[in-house]
């Protein structure tokens, strides 16, 4: 399906640089990306709806991977994948980092090739171990000691799987305290400092299937500050270096993760992947040199990065009221669409679009539709004093840990997701159905 481009743009984009490169502005406060009307594509697919620049994508792939030219950049899944999404990522070069069986099986439909898969998860179930073996996973993260045998056994005496065993650095880094995960107060990894992770590196590397090819640290999400990266790579430096003098082994591998943050909203800062590349590399030579070390190859891991900035939520208004001094603009979506606010208190910049803002700028909240006090997608959040019934919002940098994080909470249906490329529009994720969610219910 195909939507047409509207007019040319008639000014540039000022105040949009956190929404995706081919954005511009139309006449009568309208808005396209990827050369579509967001306004035509509410009307044609209905609201809540979720876009994706694929240009966008692809570009932010490129970047990563031109700043890490020698290294791996595997995209992770869980912030957004589907079946061209995972098409796209391939295409450009990079693996995939999932964390289910069921991420694994799409991105396996969808023709993404096996062994650049990483297959991460603090509890993988049998199914998940027994599907990244069948179908030839490149690397297994181990994130507990419990998973070692399994994964050896299934391997079986003929094969060799590559493994990496995930550490916790003991690094406090993340945009909220709910994603930080290189301290040992959290689930993921193993402990440096009760000797977990050591005693696990021992057990892989007893195991002659398995192939431990490096260490894995993750140290948070939406991280917009390089130093904290460098700090875990001198601990993993300091790690290898006692590994080889304890079992003379070298590792060819360091996969550093991911949690590379964006800006949300205009002015917010981002890490930019091409400085993280330059730092990351002279820390990791400069340790390695000192410890008398090879050099590792560079695995990272982003996902908001690459995902978030392609994309755009659209919502309709359904109600505008002024309840004490607060005025509350209600839409037709909310933390079913968008859990980020309330996990997190993500804050996001919507904007109307669709008709010229004539309204006085005031400061309004973006609730949703839920049955929920906490079912806010913008605290006070400028927006024009007579938003209306049927009025557009735009939110933008939304590709990321939305759509993944969906819910069908009050049995509201997830929104569908529309890809935008170059003046064309194609759906890639169809809205979910109350017929969808009736199905389940199988119980009289
Ligand atoms: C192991 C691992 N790698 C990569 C990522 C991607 O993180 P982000 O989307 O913040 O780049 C995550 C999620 O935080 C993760 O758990
Ligand atoms: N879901 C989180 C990030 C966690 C990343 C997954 N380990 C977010 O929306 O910010």
């Known amino acids: 399906m195909t939507a047409p481009v509207l007019a ?12 995706p490169a081919s954005t511009a502005r139309l006449p009568h406060g309208h808005l396209s ?13 209905g609201t809540p709806l979720y876009l994706l620049d694929e240009d966008e994508v692809r570009t932010r792939c490129r970047t990563y991977r031109a700043a890490f030219p020698e290294g791996e950049v595997v995209y992770a899944a869980k912030a957004f994948l589907s079946r061209a999404m ?25 023709g993404f090739p096996p062994e650049r898969m990483v297959l991460h998860g603090n509890a993988k179930s049998p199914r998940d171990i027994e599907l990244a073996l069948r179908l030839g996973v490149g690397r297994i993260v181990v994130d507990s000691p419990s998973e070692i045998a399994r994964i050896a056994a299934l391997t079986g005496p ?23 995960t290189g301290t040992e107060d959290q689930k993921f990894g193993l402990s440096l400092t009760d000797g977990s992770a050591q005693h696990a590196i021992a057990r892989v590397l007893g195991q002659p299937q398995l192939e431990m090819t490096g260490l894995h640290c993750h140290i948070g999400s939406q991280i917009t500050d390089i130093k904290p990266y460098l700090v875990a790579v001198r601990r993993m430096g300091g ?8 079992h003379g082994v070298t590792f060819a591998e360091l996969d550093l993760g991911g949690g590379h943050g964006v800006a949300y909203r205009p002015g917010e800062p981002a890490l930019d992947p091409t400085a993280l590349a330059r730092r990351l590399t002279a820390e990791l030579t400069a340790s390695c040199g000192a410890a008398g070390l090879p050099v590792p190859r560079l695995l990272i891991e982003p996902g908001r990065a690459i995902a978030a900035p392609a994309g755009v939520a659209l919502y309709r208004v359904l109600a505008a009221k002024r309840t004490g001094p607060k005025l509350f ?24 679009i669709g008709r010229p803002a004539t309204g006085v700028p005031v400061t309004a909240t973006v609730v949703g539709r839920h049955c929920e006090a906490g079912d806010v997608l913008a605290n ?7 938003l209306r019934p049927g009025d557009l919002l735009a939110v933008p940098v939304a590709g990321a840990y939305q759509v993944s994080m969906a819910s069908a909470y009050n049995l509201v249906a997830r929104p569908p997701v529309v890809a935008v490329h170059r003046g064309t529009a194609r759906l890639l994720i169809r809205r979910e159905t ?7 219910d199988v119980g009289a």
């Open 329 to 352: 603009v209600a839409v037709d979506g909310g933390m079913s669409d968008n859990p980020r606010p309330a996990l997190y208190g993500a804050r996001y910049a919507p904007r109307l």
């Open 86 to 110: 995972a098409r796209w990522v391939e295409e450009e070069g990079l693996g995939l980092d999932v964390c289910s069986a069921g991420e694994l099986e799409l991105a396996h439909a969808a």
């Open 434 to 440: 109350q017929e969808d969610l009736r199905r389940r």
């Open 158 to 180: 003929a094969g060799r799987q590559k493994i990496m065993v995930r550490v916790v650095p003991g690094v406090a880094a993340g945009g909220h305290e709910k994603i930080r």
């Open 8 to 19: 040319a743009p008639t000014a540039g984009p000022d105040d949009l640089h956190v929404w």
């Open 33 to 45: 990306v990827g050369g579509v009307s967001l306004a035509e594509l509410a009307d044609r697919y």
């Open 239 to 246: 790690l290898m270096a006692r590994i080889k003098d304890s």
């Open 380 to 386: 006070d959040v400028p927006l024009p004093d007579d």
